[in-house]
């Protein structure tokens, strides 16, 4: 694998906001064009490798800009947010959502009216107050588990050792379509260890692969973002979360978003 890719997070936060159809259009196809030199160095398909827009804190205008150049899957870590943005915006009718973020019991009803994919399942009190809506809905739901690859405490996620239990007690709840695992990489300058977290996870899916449960898919690993997608990709992402290349930068630091965050790494 290619060693010498650095993270970018020397980019964080100062991304230009895209304001027209061209911006995203522009936007989506630099990051589309990164995506493919990545899975180039490291020999991959790069159909194999999927992009998430990720739209967190942007207003309406925002995304449908990002819809009109294209974007019909848009990931959010709040449902809050998420279920707002979803009703404001019922007249785009091929547009659906993927909840990327830690989800509370009691959102649980929320969530399953609307999401097509929740990105980051890690107890579960959550799977069974998700299978419990859905089967009311009559829905199905996409999910990644979450693993904690970084050992931060302030990131939500399984501990790697976790997993497996987990996985064999998902089988109870058939709404629930296991499709793979996910991971937020520790935020960091220092790529080896940002590609660190991208090994464990792929490492850990292979390991779980050997005796995973009937109709428990391991196929997908959802790692990377604007800073470090490129790392994941070479490490076996087959999903990539990019918010920032692609909308512009947020106006809060991400430690709002996860706490303790440590957004003052840059070199
Ligand atoms: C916000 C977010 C991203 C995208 O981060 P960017 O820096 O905007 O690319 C990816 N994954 C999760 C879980 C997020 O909350």
Redesign the pocket.
Known sequence: MPEATQTRHEH?GRYPQAASVEDFRRNLARVRARMDAACRRAGRDPAGVRLLP?S?TKPEQSLRLAHAAGCDLL?E?KVQEAAAKWQAMQDLGDLRWSL??HLQTNKAKLAARFASEF??LDSLRVAEALERRLQIEGRGLDVYVQVNTSGEASKYGLAPEQVAAHLHALKAYPALRVRGL?T?AVFSAQAQRVRQCFIQLRELRDRLRQDAPAGVGLEELSMG???D?EIAIEEGATVV???????GA?PLP?SH??PHADTQATS
């Open positions: 964080h990720v967190k990931g870590n990327i973020g990105q980051a996910m937020l973002m604007s800073g997608f979360r990019v918010g920032q290349a692609i909308f947020r991400d978003y996860w």
